[in-house]
Nanobody, 114 residues
């Protein structure tokens, strides 16, 4: 059964940091470009960052220099290190395979406020 489980969200003050984790089924993760997305209420899900199976990364302009995506192939897990968080980063964060997305997980809520 294909599964994506995001974790690590929470409340943080502006300027703070969080590290998100996404445990994926091997059928989703292996040899796949994995990505993090975020969604504000009433808005479409937006791509935040992606990492290829070879470790190449790409970021949305809004998070460049602040967020780092990485992957652990032994654990079928993808991470998102988020630093210098802003209120505009508040959203539900999801991970998925970049091409041919699987069923979406529940996501993890990130709230940045003072």
């Amino acid at each position: 059964q294909e599964q994506l489980v995001e974790s690590g969200g929470g409340w943080v003050q502006p300027g703070g940091s969080l590290r998100l984790s996404c445990a994926a089924s091997a059928s989703i993760f292996r040899h796949s470009t994995m990505a993090w997305y975020r969604q504000d209420p009433g808005k479409q899900r937006a791509l935040v960052a992606r990492v290829t199976s070879g470790g190449l990364t790409n970021y949305a302009d809004s998070v460049k220099g602040r967020f780092t995506i990485s992957r652990d192939d032994a654990e079928n897990t993808v991470y998102l290190q988020m630093n210098s968080l802003k209120s505009s980063d508040t959203a539900v964060y999801y991970c998925n395979r970049f091409l041919s997305p699987a069923d979406w997980g529940e996501g993890t809520q990130v709230t940045v406020s003072s």
